[in-house]
């Protein structure tokens, strides 16, 4: 089943803003029924919001903006049923929330005015949905499982384990003694199968092949596309040049790029974190040549689409077209190295420019309510607003890469399939988003274990992706080339992440109790169960879960 990430991000009435965080506050302290700010069971929620995985509200103060109201949700399905569900749960509050914040200038102004009327009747899933937000990256940790699914399987694991103690009571154990893993898994399947009807089915894909096939093929085209934008030089200068002139000045292009790109290439002192990858170098790897033979297949593919464009361009006859053709496509070819130089030098220039923070200003009133909220499960949660860096090429730039990280983390085998991030296995969900008019992004995560902890794998194991999603933020740590150092300055990182933080003040997790590994392991054991038999080689290694 399809799962969607999206947010609202509604600015808040300076006035009202104290008004907002109650009622937040009063929402979270319905379902929460310990006290000092502990999570509760949400069994009202729960029931009310079946399709819902995590869902949080936030306010992020801010000196540049108005106050801005966040809600974040993750959840199975359509955007529409899932509003339709939150209304019935909790559509007073949320008209009394909307009521505290700005009305918009576009648009949705009248909806605004419809929901937030006195005594007004009209629906606010409407206004909701209209307000929006796709996120620009995103990750869904256990990719495929639907939250029943995981509740599930999460019930069968349980059942398994009192299975084992507690089989045939006081006498000797069907699963201890001279019995195979295959005799193991006989017995527990014909214990569980009637509590467990379901284990007699066979187990929904996970991630339907064609839907495999669609991410493969979205950073294909996506990956054509940036070739062609790299390639424009060359395709604009092939009908207007000669051969000898154009070949000249695409020399001088790379020459001059080049050593302009070497005589910066070193970091700024105190920027360098030592890493030992190299973007430069990391351009010219073998695998290079096995994507210029992948390009000239997919040339000899295109040729007669490349042809027809050609002819509509320039107005040539097709014949003519044709013979102009690998002309004009190797010129583009050949000038993708001197486009991505000049970038470069370009983003390079503006690096050595860039201002960072080394002591993000903290408020220690906040930190100490976002503490009070977190470590009371296995699971903790993180929103962060920063400020985007301004100019034309860091916008391009951080819109594609977005983009392009985005469909790269859908397609590889690991976060692809598995649902891990990368190395990571402590995300259930992450997204980043853009808003005030893509001035601002936004951050939002579900995770494993404490905050701390959380930062340091980000450091450790994926800093050239955080670096390449949060470079573009103002203050954030010195960058090189766009993915190195940035992340890997543990320290001043963490201090940057923390002061843009806000405090979590609603936050809903459907399976509170169990972190992205254990949801794994269940589905293991589940699809084990879910087959007749095992072989004594199948049985060894899927017992190993139990």
């Not at 509760?40 to 509200?57: C, K």
């Not at 801005?68 to 339709?84: Q, R, S």
Request: net charge positive; proline share 7%; glycine share 8%.
């Amino acid at each position: 089943m399809r799962q969607t990430t999206l947010s609202v991000a509604l600015e808040v009435k300076p006035e009202s803003q104290v008004k907002l965080s109650a009622l937040i506050d009063r929402l979270h302290d319905n379902g929460s029924a310990a006290s000092a700010g502990g999570p509760g069971d949400y069994a009202w929620f729960m029931r009310g919001v079946p399709s819902v995985h995590f869902l949080s509200m936030s306010m992020f103060p801010g000196a540049d903006y108005d106050p801005l109201f966040v809600l974040e949700a993750n959840f199975d399905g359509a955007p529409g049923i899932f509003w339709g569900q939150l209304e019935a749960a909790i559509g007073i509050d949320l008209r009394n929330m909307l009521r505290c914040c700005k009305r918009p200038l576009d648009p949705c102004g009248p909806l605004y005015d419809a929901v937030t009327a006195p005594d007004s009747r009209a629906p606010v899933a409407p206004y909701m949905e209209a307000r929006s937000l796709e996120p620009s990256v995103y990750h869904h940790g256990n990719r495929g499982m639907t939250r029943d699914r995981i509740l599930a399987e999460s019930d069968l694991f349980r059942a398994t384990r009192t299975e084992i103690a507690t089989a045939n009571g006081t006498g000797p154990s069907p699963y201890r003694g001279a019995v195979t893993p295959a005799d193991i898994h006989h017995h527990l399947r014909s214990a569980l199968l009637p509590a467990f009807p379901w284990l007699a089915e066979r187990a929904p894909a996970r991630i339907p092949f064609f839907t495999r096939c669609g991410d493969y093929l979205k950073v294909a085209v996506f990956a054509l596309l940036v070739v062609l934008a790299l390639a424009l030089p060359g395709l604009i200068l092939a009908p207007l040049m000669p051969d000898k002139r154009f070949f000249l000045l695409l020399a001088f292009g790379l020459i001059y790029t080049g050593i302009r790109l070497y005589m910066i290439r070193e970091p700024l002192p105190g920027t360098d974190t030592a890493g030992t990858f190299n973007l430069i170098t990391a351009l010219f790897k073998p695998q290079t040549l096995v994507l210029i033979l992948v390009g000239a297949i997919l040339y000899a593919v295109l040729a007669p689409l490349i042809t027809i464009t050609i002819s509509i361009m320039t107005g040539l006859p097709l014949e003519l077209a044709r013979q102009h053709a690998p002309r004009i496509t190797l010129f583009g070819l050949l000038s993708v190295p001197f486009s991505v130089l000049l970038i470069l030098c370009w983003l390079r220039y503006l690096e050595r420019r860039d201002s960072s923070q080394d002591e993000p200003p903290i408020d220690e009133e906040m930190v100490r309510q976002m503490a009070q909220r977190e470590d009371w499960i296995p699971q903790n949660h993180m929103g962060s607003v920063v400020l985007i860096k301004p100019g034309v090429l860091r916008t391009i730039i951080v819109r594609a890469g977005h983009h392009g990280l985005g469909l790269v983390l859908r397609a590889m085998p690991n976060s692809g399939v598995r649902g891990y991030l990368g190395s990571m296995r402590t995300v259930h969900f992450a997204h980043w988003a853009f808003v005030n008019n893509g001035s601002r992004l936004m951050f939002f995560s579900n995770f494993d274990q404490s905050w701390e902890s959380y930062l340091d794998d980000f450091i450790e194991k994926a800093h050239v992706g955080l670096t390449l999603a949060w470079g573009c933020g103002v203050g954030f740590p010195a960058t090189r080339f766009l993915i190195q150092d940035g992340a890997s300055h543990g320290r001043k990182f963490k201090g940057w992440a923390r002061h843009s933080m806000a405090v979590s003040r609603f936050w809903y997790s459907a399976y509170s109790d169990l972190t992205v590994d254990q949801v794994e392991r269940n589905n293991r054991i589940a699809n084990g169960l879910r087959k007749p038999s095992l072989t004594n080689k199948e049985a060894s290694a899927w017992i190993n879960d139990l």
